[in-house]
C-alpha cells in the first residue's frame, strides 16, 4: 500500500510516472477547482498512516509467519514425544514381564526395581548391582535409561518451542492493532473532509487509467517469471486486505508471494525477505517478473511488468493495479 503522493520518475519512464500526478494535471484542464483540492496537511498525514500501517503490516506477516513454523515445530516436537512414550511403554512391559518371571521363580533382581522407581534415571546412575545382572538385561535396561532422557529432552524443547509461539502469538496481536490502530484513524482523517475533498483525494489515489497500459516488447527472464506475470494480472482489480495473501485479497508482498506460488516458487511472506529472495538486477535492467521493492527497510513491493510500469497493492481502498515503477523512492529489484 505505498504511499501514491511520491509519484518520482523512474530513469527509464519519466513520462509515465509524471502523467500519474492527477492532481496537477486535473487542476490544468479544470477538473478539480483549487476550492476542492483537500487539506494538504489531512492529506500528508493519511499518506505518513498508510505508511506506517504498510510497515506494522510486514511486521504482522513476518510475526505470524514465525508463529506459523513455530506451531509445525510444536506440532512435530509433540509427536516425536508420544513415539518416545511408546517406546519406553513398550520397554517396560517387556522388564515388567522379565521381573515377574524372576519373581516367580524366587525373587526380583535388585536392579529391576528401576521399574517401580519415581527416579529410573537416578538409579540406574547410582546403583551398584548391574554387575549382578546378565548382559542382556543390563542392555535393556541402559535403553530404557536412554529413552527416558531422550523423552525429558524432547519435553523440555516442546515446552521451549510452546513459550515462544506464546511470544510469537503476542507480537502477531500487537502488531495487528498497531495495523488497525492506524488504518482507523486514517478512515477518520478522510471522513473529515467535504465530499468534494474527498472525491478529488481519492482521484487523486487512483492511476488514472481504466486500461492496461503498453507495456512493450520486454519477456520475463524464465518460465517461472511468465507464470508469476500471468498470476499476477489476473489479480487486476482485487481489493488490498492487510495481511492477506489471495485469492480474494492482497496485502503488497502477499500478492507477490501468490503470484509466484502459481508458479511454483515459494516466496517469504514478507517485503524484506522477498527482497532477498534472488540475484539484485539494476533498475534499468529489470525485466517482467522481477520483484521491486521500496523505501530503505523495504516495506513496499510490487513486481515489473515492462515499459516502466509495476503491478501491486497500493494500500486500503486501492485495488491491485499498475503504477509507474518509479512511484515511490529507494527501489531495488530482485530476480527470482
Known amino acids: 500500500m505505498g ?4 509519484l518520482v520518475p523512474s530513469g527509464f519512464d519519466r513520462g509515465a510516472s509524471a502523467a500519474l500526478c492527477v492532481i496537477s494535471a486535473a487542476a490544468a484542464f479544470g477538473a478539480v477547482p483549487a476550492s476542492a483540492a483537500p487539506h494538504d496537511d489531512t492529506r500528508a498525514e493519511v499518506d505518513r498512516l498508510y505508511e506506517e500501517a ?3 503490516t510486514e511486521a504482522y506477516n513476518k510475526a505470524d509467519e514465525r508463529a506459523d513454523s513455530l506451531r509445525g515445530e510444536v506440532n512435530r516436537a509433540q509427536d516425536r514425544i508420544a513415539r518416545q512414550q511408546e517406546r519406553i511403554n513398550s520397554m517396560r512391559e517387556a522388564l515388567g514381564s522379565l521381573a515377574g518371571a524372576q519373581y516367580r521363580s524366587g525373587g526380583l533382581d535388585p ?6 522407581s519415581d527416579d529410573p534415571d537416578d538409579y540406574l546412575d547410582k546403583a551398584a548391582v548391574l554387575d549382578r545382572i ?14 527416558m532422557r531422550e523423552l525429558s529432552q524432547e519435553r523440555a524443547e516442546a515446552s521451549r518451542k510452546l513459550g515462544e509461539l506464546e511470544k510469537s502469538r503476542k507480537a502477531v496481536a500487537a502488531h495487528k492493532r498497531t495495523v488497525e490502530g492506524k488504518l482507523a484513524k486514517a478512515r477518520e482523517l478522510l471522513n473529515s473532509l467535504t465530499s468534494a475533498e ?13 486500461d492496461m497500459p503498453y507495456l512493450g516488447g520486454a519477456v520475463p527472464t524464465s518460465g517461472r517469471a511468465a507464470a508469476a506475470v500471468a498470476a499476477a494480472r489476473s489479480a487486476l482489480g482485487r481489493p488490498y486486505v492487510w495481511g492477506a495473501n489471495g485469492p480474494s485479497g492482497f496485502d503488497c508482498s502477499g500478492l507477490m508471494q501468490w503470484s509466484y506460488a502459481q508458479a511454483g516458487v515459494s516466496l517469504p511472506r514478507t517485503s524484506q525477505g522477498q527482497r532477498f529472495a534472488g540475484r539484485q538486477v539494476p533498475l534499468s535492467q529489470a525485466q517482467p517478473g522481477d520483484l521491486v521493492t521500496y523505501r530503505p527497510d523495504a516495506s513496499h513491493v510490487g513486481m515489473y511488468m515492462g515499459n516502466g510500469q509495476v503491478i501491486h497493492a497500493p494500500y486500503p481502498g486501492a485495488p491491485v493495479r499498475y503504477d509507474p515503477v518509479g512511484m515511490m523512492p529507494g527501489a531495488t529489484v530482485t530476480r527470482v
Not at 111 to 116: E, M, N, R, V
Not at 198 to 210: H, T
Open 3 to 6: 504511499s501514491h503522493r511520491r
Open 134 to 147: 546378565n548382559a542382556h538385561q543390563a542392555g535393556e535396561l541402559k535403553h530404557l535409561q536412554d529413552a
Open 111 to 116: 536392579s529391576l526395581a528401576l521399574l517401580f
Open 198 to 210: 474527498r472525491a478529488a483525494y481519492d482521484r487523486a489515489s487512483r492511476s488514472g487509467r481504466s
Open 54 to 56: 504498510e510497515k506494522a
